[in-house]
T-cell receptor, first 113, second 115 residues
Framework: LAKTTQPISMDSYEGQEVNITCSHNNIATNDYITWYQQFPSQGPRFIIQGYKTKVTNEVASLFIPADRKSSTLSLPRVSLSDTAVYYCLVLKYSGAGSYQLTFGKGTKLSVIP | DAGVIQSPRHEVTEMGQEVTLRCKPISGHDYLFWYRQTMMRGLELLIYFNNNVPIDDSGMPEDRFSAKMPNASFSTLKIQPSEPRDSAVYFC?????????????FGPGTRLTVT
């Protein structure tokens, strides 16, 4: 299963765009890239998932280059409420109900006023 | 839907005691996951079920840990006997069939302290 590497922490000012990059060099053909957000004292919350190119939803964009060895979560115009830990993970669905996934250490994003 | 429900929210127990954590997944979800989170080890997948059947328990740390899912709306994670190193936040999550949508919905967690 592909291991993920992401920065331990990042700081950003309010209103800026934040890009968090995750490295997953050993990603396999059937693997998906997923990002979760976690606030203190809460469970993680799904943000976005993608396979290749670009995916966008109401809260974030996910950019995946052609070789899929990395991915970048982009948060537009962050606010103080975006201060959280962001996890990148690779999901392998092998069929017949079989999952493999591993949460990395996460990136602690601190948004500064 | 009320989301994934976990109980208790906090548990303090003495070493050697049995601890049972409970989870009610979102109705209609086929998958249920148990995770453990600590500062040192991060978020670890312990075990997951598909349609009430355990699929992968390779993350269960040792025989002191066991999990059951007697029906589609209830699961337990039991630690017997408990040890101080089991202190952590334990999360339960559920999801639909990954062939349709992979998003996992996490519960609020149970903070376990073993003294």
């Amino acid at each position: 299963l592909a291991k993920t590497t992401q920065p331990i922490s990042m700081d950003s000012y309010e209103g800026q765009e934040v890009n968090i990059t995750c490295s997953h060099n050993n990603i396999a053909t059937n693997d998906y890239i997923t990002w979760y957000q976690q606030f203190p004292s809460q469970g993680p919350r799904f943000i976005i998932q993608g396979y290749k190119t670009k995916v966008t939803n109401e809260v974030a964009s996910l950019f995946i280059p052609a070789d899929r060895k990395s991915s970048t979560l982009s948060l537009p115009r962050v606010s103080l409420s975006d201060t959280a830990v962001y996890y990148c993970l690779v999901l392998k669905y092998s069929g017949a109900g079989s999952y493999q996934l591993t949460f990395g250490k996460g990136t602690k994003l601190s948004v500064i006023p | 839907d009320a989301g994934v429900i976990q109980s208790p929210r906090h548990e303090v127990t003495e070493m050697g005691q049995e601890v049972t954590l409970r989870c009610k997944p979102i109705s209609g979800h086929d998958y249920l996951f148990w995770y453990r989170q600590t500062m040192m080890r991060g978020l670890e997948l312990l075990i997951y079920f598909n349609n009430n059947v355990p699929i992968d328990d390779s993350g269960m740390p040792e025989d002191r840990f066991s999990a059951k899912m007697p029906n589609a709306s209830f699961s337990t994670l039991k630690i017997q006997p408990s040890e101080p190193r089991d202190s952590a936040v334990y999360f339960c999550a559920s999801s639909l069939d990954p062939g349709q949508n992979y998003e996992q919905y996490f519960g609020p967690g149970t903070r376990l302290t073993v003294t």
